[in-house]
């Protein structure tokens, strides 16, 4: 008989058997009763800091069935429930339950998706994955890249394939600052932070980025956009990409990705979309008109953790030709020994972006694809942007509400009070807006987030969430015109 190690981290088999059983029984309950529950408790940190305590590091082990009962009340009791169906803040989906075993299995054979050897059969997956993302959105099955931990890192492995592929080739060796020419970028006013964050990790400067501003449409005003490209030029300053927005973070608008892609071809530019939140309702065939051009880019970025609702975190770079991945981040250092099948060149992940180790994020994404199937996917997202109608069309219809904008998923909308009077009115209104927020946002009843349009603070609710009904949006709009009328009477007895 094999003599096994004793070690204090193994668990045996029927104790690793008996702690899974009972940890699926009290999340499989725990999901059943997700809607019964508040959003959020609300409490302060100070409060969570209690509840948590300030032990000091163990010295020695505990039980782990005592630790998952534990743990499992701290969480599903103390946490903001991005799963319930009131839930619309920022864009966070509703984990898809699938996702949540798929983690586990993945977490159990702990690949390292870094390199094939290491990771056979994961790579195979996270390669398929990717084939279907691009599938799924209606480019070129042919586009390759891979998968990251979401939004940010997705748009930042294009911005640098994006440079590398438009700078001198010796900008690898001389850096930015020895390279001729200020390179230069574009994107509408609307664009998500992380392009400032990109611009100043990768040492261009924050005075690299256009931000162009938008047309009435809230889309990149592409006049403007050709007009500072032209500029640009005469200045010196070396153009290099063009971000196009599928789903703006604020208000959910896709830009005129055509047009965009056709001022790209103009000036050679690199054509990326962040398509991040929004890009997986291309699917919807009667959508497709909104997302034309998008078979053009150079590079997409797109979240199966937002609007595919996979569980944080999986985000994914496509790139039409990816090469430019490889010429970015390959490296091969002379400890990896990761090329050793001469008849076949090895797919190793470590050369298309910026991890070496990798997780095994590839299985939820596979997983749920499967489980719920593209027509699945049709339906969800479709009836997540109806229900965004639905939000939108109720406050329209309200008195005291005002509905500022819907696209996609997205309904930004206002309380406005029926009869009131104030000196400066639009200021008045973007502070009760503000505070009616933040009272939601503590209340438990449902969780909103915000939003600046037309300098109007709005209520901005975005619906990447498979568990929302009508019933709930109904009930939404009775929440926001009760705690606004409150709110209202507070700041008018403060105001004296
Ligand atoms: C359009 C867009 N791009 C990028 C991001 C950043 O994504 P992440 O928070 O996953 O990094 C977001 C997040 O909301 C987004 O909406």
Redesign the pocket.
Same mark, same amino acid.
């Given at each position: 008989m094999k003599m096994h190690r004793e070690s204090p981290i193994e668990i045996s088999k029927e104790e690793f058997t008996k702690i899974g059983y009972r940890l699926i029984d009290t999340i499989a309950a725990f999901i059943d009763v997700i809607g019964d529950k508040p959003v959020t408790t609300g409490e302060s940190p100070k409060q969570i800091q209690h509840i948590l305590g300030t032990a000091l590091l163990p010295e020695t082990g505990t039980d782990a069935s005592e630790l998952f009962v534990k743990t499992a009340g701290l969480l599903l009791n103390h946490s903001l429930l991005n799963g319930h169906p009131k839930f619309m803040g @920022?864009?966070t989906s509703s984990p898809a339950p699938i996702g949540a075993l798929a983690d586990l299995l993945a977490a159990a054979v702990n690949p390292n998706v870094g390199a094939n050897i290491l990771s056979p059969m994961a790579t195979a997956i996270e390669k398929q994955t990717i084939t279907w993302l691009a599938e799924f959105i209606g480019v070129s099955s042919t586009y390759g890249g891979i998968l990251v931990s /979401?939004? +940010?890192?997705a +748009?930042f492995t294009a911005f640098l394939a994006a440079r590398t592929a438009k700078a001198p080739a010796s900008l690898k060796e001389n850096g930015l600052v020895n390279t001729p020419g200020e390179m230069v970028l574009y994107c509408s006013k609307a664009t &998500?932070t992380?392009i400032e964050k990109a611009a100043v990790l990768f040492g261009h400067g924050t005075r690299s980025i256009r931000w162009i501003p938008t047309n009435i449409n809230n889309k990149i005003d592409n006049e403007i956009l050709v007009q500072t490209i032209e500029e640009d030029l005469k200045n010196g300053k070396k153009p290099f990409m063009i971000v196009g +927005?599928a /789903? !703006?973070?604020s208000t959910g608008v896709v830009d005129d990705l055509l047009a965009i892609a056709t001022v790209c071809k103009q000036h050679d530019l690199w054509f990326h979309i !962040?398509g #991040? @939140?929004g890009i997986p309702a291309a699917v919807i065939p009667q959508l497709k008109n909104i997302f034309e051009g998008i078979e053009e880019a150079d590079s997409i #970025?797109l !979240?199966p &953790?937002?609007w595919l609702y996979a569980p944080l975190e999986v /985000?994914c770079t496509l790139v039409k030709n990816p090469q430019h991945l490889i010429d970015t981040y390959s490296s091969h250092p002379v400890y990896y020994n990761f090329d050793n099948n001469e008849e076949e060149p090895s797919l190793n992940y470590y050369e298309y972006g910026f991890q070496n180790s990798r997780g095994f994020r590839a299985l939820k994404v596979w997983m749920a694809l499967q489980h719920v199937g593209k027509s699945g996917y049709i339906e969800t997202i479709n009836e997540d942007i109806e229900l965004s109608k639905l939000l939108f069309e109720k406050a329209s219809n309200h008195p005291e509400l005002e509905a500022i904008t819907q696209n996609l998923s997205i309904a930004t909308l206002r309380y406005i009070p029926l009869a009131f009077v104030a000196e400066d009115r639009e200021t008045y209104l973007n502070t009760l807006n503000e505070k009616l927020l933040n009272q939601l946002q503590q209340g438990g009843e449902v969780f909103l987030s915000n939003a600046i349009v037309s300098e109007k603070y709005c209520l901005r609710t975005c619906i990447a969430n498979f568990r929302t009904s009508k019933n709930d949006i109904e009930e939404i709009i009775e929440t926001v015109v009760r705690e606004g009328r409150k709110m209202h009477e507070m700041l008018l007895l403060a105001n004296g």
């Open positions: @920022y864009i /979401g939004g +940010n890192m +748009n &998500h992380w +927005n /789903g !703006d973070v !962040d #991040a @939140y #970025a !979240d &953790h937002k /985000g």
